[in-house]
């Protein structure tokens, strides 16, 4: 199975992203990292926590990382995530212990453990992942073969106009990760928009016999709400599953058409701060940097999401 490393901010579909994780017998998840973003970061520890606890996978390690971004102030998404960050369903109250380290020392203590190499996997502003980079720059490059992460879009935004919530939160941070050297893959807007999970996929999470699905039904319920009812500028029919992207991804690449190219971050723009600039047509030799996933089979998707709920016990 394929080692990972989940640094996330829970988050509905972080959590779901975390879930596929967890039931899929093509991938290792060797640590949990959780990073300020959809809300604050001891919510965002907490919800990952929660989240472990539901999964009954309390023996993965969970660290904390960042309190905030790497230079701007930190801004969270409680319009779409709730006070808590993940709204809509009871969860149980964690029982087991966070590492006694920062975040950056559990990814470097699962990278030594490992005898070969792990993904990073990022779902939230990329901070953890940054100041991993800066401050062990050497393991990096040995023990992680590539860095999968949610956020950007060549072309558009959804938290200004041309800025997705994850790179605006900390731009400075993706500008590292993106300009190290290691491979990455952007599972962006382009692609999450088009995996969406609709009305109906999501009232059928009722009918799913055990304590996880139970939980998606509430939590997608009220996440599929906010794009859709609440805010009908989406001009969606459901709720994009951002996150599960990335997992997906690993799962059965075959799923997604992806193009490379060189991927950079704008970080001084007045309009754009934020923006990942793609390189689609090859205007500049920057290296291909990134595979940027571009359409996804929704069908295979849905499916492979219903079948990994479904996979746990009552
Ligand atoms: C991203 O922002 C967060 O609200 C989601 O969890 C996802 O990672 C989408 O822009
Ligand atoms: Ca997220």
């Not at 969970?62 to 779409?80: D, F, H, I, Y």
């Not at 059928?204 to 509430?218: E, M």
């Amino acid at each position: 199975a394929k080692k990972i490393i989940l640094d996330c901010d829970p988050g509905h579909d972080d959590a779901l992203a975390m879930t596929l994780a967890v039931a899929s017998p093509k991938i290792d998840l060797l640590a949990v990292t959780t990073s300020a973003g959809n809300q604050t970061p001891d919510k965002t520890l907490n919800n990952a926590m929660r989240m472990l606890t539901l999964l009954h996978r309390e023996d993965i390690p969970v660290a904390s990382g960042n309190r905030t971004p790497l230079v701007k102030p930190l801004e969270t998404a409680g319009n779409v995530h709730g006070k808590t960050g993940l709204d809509g369903a009871d969860l149980p109250d964690p029982d087991f212990k966070v590492q006694d380290m920062p975040a950056i020392d559990l990814i470097a203590k699962t990278l030594k453990e490992s005898n070969e190499k792990v993904t990073l996997v990022v779902t939230g502003p990329m901070t953890n992942a940054a100041l991993f980079l800066r401050v062990y720059p050497e393991l990096a490059k040995e023990k992680i073969d590539q860095i999968v992460f949610m956020g950007g879009a060549w072309g558009f935004g959804n938290w200004v106009p041309s800025v997705e919530f994850n790179i605006y939160v900390d731009p400075e941070a993706a500008k590292i990760v993106l300009n190290f050297g290691i491979p990455t893959v952007m599972a962006g807007l382009n692609v999450t928009h088009k995996a969406q999970i609709m009305k109906d996929e999501i009232a059928s999470l009722k009918n799913i016999d055990n304590p996880v699905g139970q939980a998606f039904h509430g939590l997608l319920n009220f996440f599929e709400i906010y794009h859709d009812e609440e805010d009908p500028r989406w001009g969606f029919k459901g709720a994009p599953l951002h996150d599960p992207c990335t997992i997906a991804w690993l799962i059965d690449p075959d799923m997604f058409k992806a193009v490379k190219m060189n991927v950079d971050v704008e970080t001084e723009g007045e309009l754009t701060r934020g923006e990942t600039v793609c390189d689609y047509y090859r205007q500049t030799d920057k290296p291909q940097n990134t595979t940027v996933l571009l359409d996804i089979d929704r069908q295979k998707f849905i499916d492979l999401i219903m079948k990994s709920l479904k996979s746990f016990s009552k």
